[in-house]
Every structure is written in C-alpha cells, then in structure tokens.
C-alpha cells in the first residue's frame, strides 16, 4: 500500500475501536467509492454492503413489517412446550391453539387435572392437553358441520362450552366458561 511522505494521520473509529489511518489509505478509500480505480470497484461493493448490514437494524427498528412480535404467554411460560406438541399431535392449530390455551387459563387447574378433563384426571400436562386439543379440534369440526357457523369463534366456543362444561353437569361453570374462554382468547390473539 502506498503510504506517501506525508504520513498524516486521522484516528478513525470503527466498530468501538479506535485506529490510526494514514491519510493516504484514506484517499485511496475514497477513490474506491467514488469508482476512480477500477482496481477498487469491489472494495466500494464491500463497503456498500457494510454500510447496508450497519443501516439493517436501524431500519429494522422502525419497521413493523420486520420487527419480532414479543408474546405474552400469561404465565403459560413453562408448560408452552408440553402444550405445544400436545396441540401439534392432534392438529389443533391457529385459533383453535388460542382457544386450547384460553382453556388452560380458564380450567386452571392442578397438576394432573390442567384443562379440567375429568377422563384424564390424575394423569399429567402432556395427556391433559392432549384430551383437551382432541376435543376441541372435534367439536370445531362438529360445528362446522351443524352449518351454522354464523358469528364464527365466538358462537364456535358458547358450541365448544356447552359440550366441554355442560349445562347439566356445572350451570355455573358453563356461564363462567362462556365469559372467560373468549376473554382469554382474545388475550391471546392479540
């Protein structure tokens, strides 16, 4: 590198450190991005997409099309994984995964008894989870099929309610489900 008579030289900080920079390296920089060199032309491409990778996540910051969505999980933290493939294992998915959720929250019930069902009682999260994923899923389809899906999630979980806590077996918790599944839903959809 020609490093001239002059021998001036500029303190440059790059990525948090400082460095000395002889002038002349300084020039021959910037002949590179002005394109003057054809011997340098690829050097001004490398420092264009340095320039671009420094600029990523300033733009990033500021763009909700790229910007990662925190969840709140409310609480459901360290059992998310058991839940999750639980869900995966009977293809509750998308909503109906927020709806299995909203019940976990409303059930919440001990160990062993997590989504209320009574069949699976005294067995543990994974089989808990995985009766109440299965019976929403079924009941979504059983829904479907009845034609009458007019008032869609909403209508769909006073459906799932009346199967899931029926009227005859806890009228109470039937009219406390009906409130605090779709409440909890909606926690978890936005």
């Given at each position: 590198m020609d490093t001239g008579k002059s021998g001036n030289a500029l303190i440059v900080q790059w990525l948090g450190h400082e460095t000395f920079v002889l002038e002349t390296e300084v020039r021959l920089l910037l002949r590179a991005v002005m394109g003057k060199d054809a011997n340098m032309r690829f050097l001004k491409g490398i420092l264009w997409l340095f320039i671009a990778l420094l600029a990523t996540p300033i733009a990033a910051e500021n763009c909700p099309a790229v910007q990662i969505r925190v969840r709140d999980w409310h609480g459901l933290e360290s059992e998310l994984p058991t839940i999750i493939t639980a869900a995966e294992r009977n293809h509750c998915q998308n909503k109906l995964f927020s709806i299995l959720l909203a019940i976990r929250k409303t059930e919440n019930g001990p160990r062993g008894f997590e989504f209320g069902v009574i069949a699976a009682?005294?067995?543990?999260?994974?089989?808990?989870?995985?009766?109440?994923?299965?019976?929403?899923?079924?009941?979504?389809?059983?829904?479907?099929?009845?034609?009458?899906?007019?008032?869609?999630?909403?209508?769909?979980?006073?459906?799932?309610?009346?199967?899931?806590?029926?009227?005859?077996?806890?009228?109470?918790?039937?009219?406390?489900?009906?409130?605090?599944?779709?409440?909890?839903?909606?926690?978890?959809?936005?």
């Open positions: 009682q005294g067995t543990n999260l994974d089989k808990q989870a995985g009766w109440a994923a299965a019976t929403v899923v079924k009941s979504y389809a059983r829904w479907q099929a009845t034609g009458n899906i007019e008032g869609g999630i909403p209508n769909f979980i006073n459906f799932l309610a009346d199967r899931y806590c029926p009227i005859a077996v806890d009228p109470e918790g039937n009219k406390n489900w009906k409130i605090n599944v779709p409440y909890w839903f909606n926690k978890f959809e936005n």
